[in-house]
């Protein structure tokens, strides 16, 4: 079994980071004001998504973690829109978190962020997936885009 760190593990990590750089070494200043009720409406949005997925889990139920055999292929609900919705939702909170502090060195942590997820995480989920449901998962990810 590959060990991997846990999502919201990375999810944290990259969260403190972001915070600490900007407390600091927060860099130029790229937006303040009003723009940062928009990352207040990302920061809901990524709180929304994975909740939901989580829902849509729950009712096909299957597991939650990464690392175990997927019980069931879910396709519903956010699933319909983004193969991986949990991981999108982390990456809108980030960004909204970005928008709000609004200095450039926050900004750092989400192409480092998107980088774990995408070429790491997101591929060890989908070769267990694909082992799991051949021609199925290989149709539903023809129809699905990774992320929207």
Same mark, same amino acid.
């Given at each position: 079994?590959?060990?991997?760190?846990?999502?919201?593990?990375? #999810?944290?990590?990259?969260?403190?980071?972001?915070?600490?750089?900007?407390?600091?070494?927060?860099?130029?200043?790229?937006?303040?004001?009003?723009?940062?009720?928009?990352?207040?409406?990302?920061?809901?949005?990524?709180?929304?998504?994975?909740?939901?997925?989580?829902?849509? #889990?729950?009712?096909?139920?299957?597991?939650?973690?990464?690392?175990?055999?997927?019980?069931?292929?879910?396709?519903?609900?956010?699933?319909? #829109?983004? *193969?991986?919705?949990?991981?999108?939702?982390?990456?809108?909170?980030?960004?909204?978190?970005?928008?709000?502090?609004?200095?450039?060195?926050?900004?750092?942590?989400?192409?480092? #962020?998107?980088?774990?997820?995408?070429?790491?995480?997101?591929?060890?989920?989908?070769?267990?997936?694909?082992?799991?449901?051949?021609?199925?998962?290989?149709?539903?990810?023809?129809?699905? *885009?990774?992320?929207?």
């Amino acid at each position: 079994m590959r060990k991997i760190i846990l999502p919201p593990l990375v #999810f944290l990590t990259a969260l403190i980071a972001m915070i600490l750089l900007h407390l600091y070494q927060p860099g130029k200043v790229w937006q303040s004001g009003p723009l940062g009720y928009i990352g207040i409406l990302l920061i809901a949005l990524g709180v929304y998504i994975p909740a939901w997925a989580v829902r849509v #889990f729950k009712q096909a139920e299957t597991n939650l973690m990464p690392y175990r055999d997927p019980d069931a292929m879910v396709t519903e609900g956010p699933f319909g #829109f983004s *193969r991986n919705p949990m991981y999108l939702g982390l990456l809108c909170v980030l960004i909204g978190v970005a928008v709000i502090l609004g200095t450039v060195n926050s900004l750092i942590v989400l192409p480092a #962020f998107f980088a774990v997820i995408n070429w790491y995480h997101i591929p060890f989920e989908e070769a267990r997936m694909a082992a799991h449901f051949g021609e199925n998962y290989t149709a539903y990810k023809a129809k699905v *885009r990774r992320w929207i």
